[in-house]
């Protein structure tokens, strides 16, 4: 038998390893259960009836365990992953992606407040996330904001923000709330303008420097009505 007849079975049996390889990858993702067991014939866990609040294409709502999947996609985006995540690098560990959620979830059973998950009402698909954040030592009390790729360019952002400081505004008795956005974060700062805030100061999150915006209640009542 001939080199050049070695090598193409050889090639042959790696290209076929490699199919039945991926065919059975796949079916681990598919057949994957969830961590958490069945639940008993009248038993009942926990659950947080929090707001939900809806503006005119979108639900601002608490966070669901069907979230944790699409808010990791969102995370292993780069372009977002550069200024939402703690390291600036994209997530791409599933058990990452699930700290993420529960962190975010959670931030609503320690303060009763905290970021929403943002739907879209015409497909009920996860857009991303908008919302209060005030974990300890943070620059202050904050709206933030982070729309996934593929629902970008809508408005979105704008929409859900606005409605999540009106939300704010009428439960919490402070008078500005900030909005730390990074120098280079060129959208979100675009934002930012369009909610009428104005940079007053900087912070530095994470290693970077942010610019600190915010937006007075006074002034945001005003444009209001």
């Not at 991926?22 to 994957?32: Q, Y």
């Not at 402070?174 to 009428?196: P, T, W």
């Amino acid at each position: 038998m001939g080199l050049a007849t070695k090598l193409n079975k050889a090639t042959a049996f790696i290209k076929i390893v490699i199919k039945i390889v991926a065919r059975i990858f796949s079916w681990v993702l598919l057949d994957r259960k969830p961590m958490a067991p069945s639940v008993k014939p009248g038993a009942a866990l926990a659950s947080i009836n929090g707001p939900v609040i809806e503006t005119e294409r979108l639900i601002l709502r608490q966070w669901r365990g069907s979230d944790i999947a699409p808010n990791t996609a969102m995370l292993s985006d780069p372009p977002t992953a550069r200024f939402i995540t703690i390291d600036g690098k994209p997530v791409t560990d599933e058990l990452v992606g699930w700290r993420n959620a529960a962190v975010m979830a959670g931030h609503w059973v320690l303060y009763g407040a905290g970021m929403f998950v943002v739907e879209e009402k015409s497909s009920g698909k996860f857009a991303g996330r908008v919302g209060p954040w005030f974990p300890p030592n943070w620059p202050g009390f904050e709206v933030g904001w982070g729309i996934a790729k593929e629902f970008r360019g809508k408005g979105y952002a704008v929409e859900a923000a606005r409605a999540a400081i009106d939300w704010a505004f009428a439960t919490f008795e402070v008078d500005q709330i900030i909005h730390c956005i990074d120098r280079e974060n060129e959208s979100s700062k675009a934002v930012a303008l369009r909610l009428g805030a104005t940079i007053e100061g900087e912070t530095s999150l994470f290693g970077h420097t942010a610019d600190v915006w915010v937006t007075k209640r006074s002034a945001w009542i005003g444009r209001r009505n």
